[in-house]
């Protein structure tokens, strides 16, 4: 039994060029969320997914910001037009929606670096 | 809503010493909790939750936590710490109903240091 796995763990961009970062959640899971970790604080909450229905999203989540998981599996997370303040690691996360579980089990992140 | 207060940014303490790393949550509804530790440049693992019954909760690593309604913490403590129980933990706390996301709310970390 595979993890969520993230794809790349590491993006060095230059501001103003559009990332695009790829999760693999476990694959009975439901439910996929992505959040954001800045250097020295805990995650925060960008937006999550069940199947493939977005169903919220964070105010923290500009318009530059954007997120599909086509056919309820992977998911993307794009932002467009970086700035230097994207710069952070951001986790993806899977859990399965039913019984007692609730439970989310993380990748282990992609850390993006804005110049 | 929910927030996450960790009192402590950083516990020094030598190894095989004991360990306790406070939690303190707030929350209109009621809620689950879990510990996360989280080692340099890497992802989050889970230690351990609470969803309902046991107040007492016990994780891997020898790791177990005590869940407080009534102060509302979730406290995380060792018996004995080595010293590759150095790392990053974070207390974080859902909404227990299903139809809020379940999304997780995170304090901003404890730095376990241990030290020979």
């Known amino acids: 039994d595979t993890g969520v796995s993230q794809d790349p763990r590491h993006k060095i961009t230059k501001r103003g060029q559009n990332v695009t970062f790829r999760c693999d959640p476990i694959?009975?899971?439901?439910?996929l969320y992505w959040y954001r970790q800045t250097l020295g604080q805990g995650p925060e909450f960008l937006t999550y997914?069940?199947?493939?229905?977005?169903?919220?999203k964070s105010r923290l989540l500009s318009d530059r910001f954007s997120a599909e998981r086509p056919k309820g599996s992977f998911s993307t997370l794009e932002i467009q037009r970086t700035e230097q303040g994207d710069s952070a690691m951001y986790l993806c996360?899977?859990?399965?929606?039913?019984?007692?579980?609730?439970?989310?089990?993380f990748g282990p992140g992609t850390r993006l670096l804005v110049l | 809503a929910q927030s996450v207060t960790q009192l402590d940014s950083q516990v020094p303490v030598f190894e095989e010493a004991p360990v306790e790393l406070r939690c303190n949550y707030s929350?209109?509804?009621?809620?689950?909790l879990f510990w996360y530790v989280q080692y340099p440049n890497q992802g989050l693992q889970l230690l351990l939750k609470?969803?309902?019954?046991?107040?007492l909760v016990k994780g891997i690593n020898g790791f177990e936590a005590e869940f407080n309604k009534s102060q509302t913490s979730f406290h995380l403590r060792k018996p004995s710490v080595h010293i590759s129980d150095t790392a990053e933990y974070f207390c974080?706390?859902?909404?227990?109903?299903?139809?809020?996301?379940?999304?997780?709310?995170f304090g901003t970390g404890t730095q376990l240091k241990v030290e020979l």
């Open positions: 997914f069940q199947n493939e229905a977005q169903l919220e």
């Open positions: 609470y969803l309902s019954g046991s107040t």
């Open positions: 974080a706390v859902s909404g227990a109903s299903t139809g809020g996301g379940n999304k997780l709310t």
């Open positions: 694959s009975e899971h439901n439910r």
């Open positions: 996360a899977s859990s399965f929606m039913f019984g007692g579980a609730k439970t989310q089990y």
């Open positions: 929350s209109s509804v009621s809620v689950y």
